[in-house]
């Protein structure tokens, strides 16, 4: 009985001996594991920033802590949030705000451009410098490009490969299903592109300051559908900040837009050619317009918007060079615009053609604006310019609950209208302006503009006509 007992005695001390060894290799094989990790896969960004769209449905059933251990996880063919992450440290970027890491973005891209859901990441704590680039498509659907670092331009025109376009910086092409995301900056360093001494623009105190030459717009979306700009605090462009051309299905949604307000030509979001458009819930504060809507758009939603200081929200210019341009269902509302130049406008070129219709402004506040409110058919850039017999026909505008106050500098109502093709159909309801300081200089401006005031307007509106003009010219109402 003794021998029995001595004989377990033994079998459990060698069972105890022998699993304390393994749990020693164990812990050896973690620590070895979670360090390579650490220094090769700069995981330590990665959990924070998936957001909740890509993040798995539900807590994967395997142990997290080791990714990096083919033998945890999932099968080689499975995909994971965490899978799809394209770090563009992991593939070579510096982010010293000095290094050229274009190439590193390019192969990032290019592995996430091949996956669902793929995500390349300018992780936080980094600021890189690329050159112009093309990033283009087709990809596989729900890539996201996200910036929670800086992401910046070459610094000014001397440091620009002379071999890059002078017209854009960043393009996104023939893509679908796309993101451009994140908490971080996108920097384009405009101050020595705005000092180039080839256009004339505003100065302090009425004086004149030379100004963009062939300068490139920042980020370009050209040719893609689907698409989702959020987040970003996007600054001193050289010129144009953001540009869609040729697009269909955009929102953009509480984006930063900040250049100085006499930096030239630096418009906050141009679309043109561009369907089914929402920008909501963004504050905008740069040297030109804040939104500028071009020809071929349709079905425009701005919602939430504050501008300023900036030349206001504008359509157009349209029909430069005797060209068609067809835009309509453009709606603008819950909108903030200070110290601008310009509020609400609508800009066309004489001798232009198609038409500018279903136009609404609805509740916006106006905090020192000049023209606040304004048609101007007569648009040019010289004192040139002709009058012309053909025009884009404006009908269909309506501006409801506008109101605040104006710089006396200009009437806070102007429509100055073809004298050929009239505006019809413009309406005015609760529409109460007063001066900022001082005393209104001219009463509002009408020339051949039609329509209707709902409501008595503050400052009276005694010039708009009634009705529709008597006869309207065959070309204008086709052709849209």
Request: glycine fraction near 8%; proline fraction near 7%; aromatic fraction near 8%.
């Given at each position: 009985?003794?021998?029995?007992?001595?004989?377990?005695?033994?079998?459990?001390?060698?069972?105890?001996?022998?699993?304390?060894?393994?749990?020693?290799?164990?812990?050896?094989?973690?620590?070895?594991?979670?360090?390579?990790?650490?220094?090769?896969?700069?995981?330590?960004?990665?959990?924070?920033?998936?957001?909740?769209?890509?993040?798995?449905?539900?807590?994967?059933?395997?142990?997290?802590?080791?990714?990096?251990?083919?033998?945890?996880?999932?099968?080689?063919?499975?995909?994971?949030?965490?899978?799809?992450?394209?770090?563009?440290?992991?593939?070579?970027?510096?982010?010293?705000?000095?290094?050229?890491?274009?190439?590193?973005?390019?192969?990032?891209?290019?592995?996430?451009?091949?996956?669902?859901?793929?995500?390349?990441?300018?992780?936080?704590?980094?600021?890189?410098?690329?050159?112009?680039?093309?990033?283009?498509?087709?990809?596989?659907?729900?890539?996201?490009?996200?910036?929670?670092?800086?992401?910046?331009?070459?610094?000014?025109?001397?440091?620009?490969?002379?071999s890059d376009s002078h017209k854009q910086w960043i393009v996104f092409y023939?893509?679908?299903?796309?993101?451009?995301?994140?908490?971080?900056?996108?920097?384009?360093?405009?101050?020595?592109?705005?000092?180039?001494?080839?256009?004339?623009?505003?100065?302090?105190?009425?004086?004149?300051?030379?100004?963009?030459?062939?300068?490139?717009?920042?980020?370009?979306?050209?040719?893609?559908?689907?698409?989702?700009?959020?987040?970003?605090r996007i600054q001193n462009s050289p010129q144009f900040h953001m540009k869609?051309?040729?697009?269909?299905?955009?929102?953009?949604?509480?984006?930063?837009?900040?250049?100085?307000?006499?930096?030239?030509?630096?418009?906050?979001?141009?679309?043109?050619?561009?369907?089914?458009?929402?920008?909501?819930?963004?504050?905008?504060?740069?040297?030109?317009?804040?939104?500028?809507?071009?020809?071929?758009?349709?079905?425009?939603?701005?919602?939430?918007?504050?501008?300023?200081?900036?030349?206001?929200?504008?359509?157009?210019?349209?029909?430069?060079?005797?060209?068609?341009?067809?835009?309509?269902?453009?709606?603008?509302?819950?909108?903030?615009?200070?110290?601008?130049?310009?509020?609400?406008?609508?800009?066309?070129?004489?001798?232009?053609?198609?038409?500018?219709?279903?136009?609404?402004?609805?509740?916006?506040?106006?905090?020192?604006?000049?023209?606040?409110?304004?048609?101007?058919?007569?648009?040019?850039?010289?004192?040139?310019?002709?009058?012309?017999?053909?025009?884009?026909?404006?009908?269909?505008?309506?501006?409801?609950?506008?109101?605040?106050?104006?710089?006396?500098?200009?009437?806070?109502?102007?429509?100055?209208?073809?004298?050929?093709?009239?505006?019809?159909?413009?309406?005015?309801?609760?529409?109460?302006?007063?001066?900022?300081?001082?005393?209104?200089?001219?009463?509002?401006?009408c020339w051949n503009a039609y329509g209707v005031q709902e409501t008595l307007?503050?400052?009276?509106?005694?010039?708009?006509?009634?009705?529709?003009?008597?006869?309207?010219?065959?070309?204008?109402?086709?052709?849209?």
């Amino acid at each position: 009985m003794k021998t029995l007992h001595f004989l377990l005695l033994s079998l459990l001390v060698t069972t105890l001996v022998l699993f304390h060894k393994a749990s020693n290799v164990y812990a050896r094989r973690h620590h070895h594991i979670s360090k390579k990790q650490k220094n090769n896969n700069n995981n330590k960004n990665l959990a924070p920033l998936i957001s909740p769209v890509y993040a798995p449905a539900r807590s994967p059933d395997y142990p997290p802590s080791i990714p990096s251990d083919p033998s945890y996880g999932p099968a080689a063919n499975d995909t994971t949030a965490a899978s799809c992450i394209f770090d563009v440290t992991d593939f070579g970027a510096v982010g010293d705000g000095d290094t050229d890491d274009t190439a590193a973005f390019k192969s990032a891209w290019k592995a996430a451009c091949q996956v669902e859901n793929g995500v390349v990441l300018a992780p936080t704590d980094f600021t890189f410098v690329i050159t112009s680039t093309i990033f283009s498509g087709p990809c596989q659907p729900g890539l996201v490009f996200q910036v929670d670092g800086v992401l910046a331009t070459p610094d000014g025109p001397d440091c620009w490969p002379e071999s890059d376009s002078h017209k854009q910086w960043i393009v996104f092409y023939r893509l679908d299903n796309m993101s451009f995301t994140g908490t971080g900056t996108i920097e384009g360093n405009g101050q020595k592109w705005w000092d180039l001494p080839c256009k004339p623009h505003k100065g302090p105190n009425g004086s004149t300051l030379p100004g963009p030459c062939d300068s490139p717009a920042m980020i370009r979306f050209f040719m893609s559908s689907n698409l989702v700009v959020s987040g970003l605090r996007i600054q001193n462009s050289p010129q144009f900040h953001m540009k869609f051309d040729g697009c269909q299905g955009v929102t953009i949604d509480k984006l930063s837009i900040f250049s100085p307000k006499l930096s030239p030509n630096t418009d906050g979001i141009h679309i043109e050619n561009t369907k089914s458009v929402g920008i909501y819930n963004s504050l905008i504060h740069n040297g030109d317009d804040c939104i500028s809507i071009g020809q071929g758009c349709a079905d425009v939603e701005i919602d939430g918007v504050t501008c300023g200081p900036s030349h206001g929200i504008s359509i157009g210019s349209l029909g430069v060079h005797n060209s068609r341009a067809c835009v309509s269902n453009i709606t603008v509302k819950n909108i903030i615009i200070r110290d601008s130049d310009n509020g609400l406008r609508i800009k066309t070129w004489q001798g232009g053609a198609g038409s500018v219709s279903g136009i609404s402004f609805e509740n916006i506040q106006m905090e020192n604006v000049r023209n606040s409110v304004i048609i101007d058919q007569y648009y040019c850039l010289t004192k040139a310019c002709r009058n012309e017999t053909s025009a884009v026909y404006l009908t269909d505008v309506s501006y409801k609950n506008i109101k605040g106050t104006y710089d006396v500098r200009s009437p806070p109502i102007h429509f100055a209208c073809s004298d050929t093709v009239a505006c019809t159909n413009i309406t005015m309801s609760e529409v109460e302006l007063l001066p900022y300081e001082g005393v209104l200089v001219d009463d509002p401006f009408c020339w051949n503009a039609y329509g209707v005031q709902e409501t008595l307007t503050i400052p009276p509106i005694d010039c708009l006509q009634d009705g529709m003009p008597e006869s309207l010219a065959e070309n204008v109402v086709s052709g849209c």
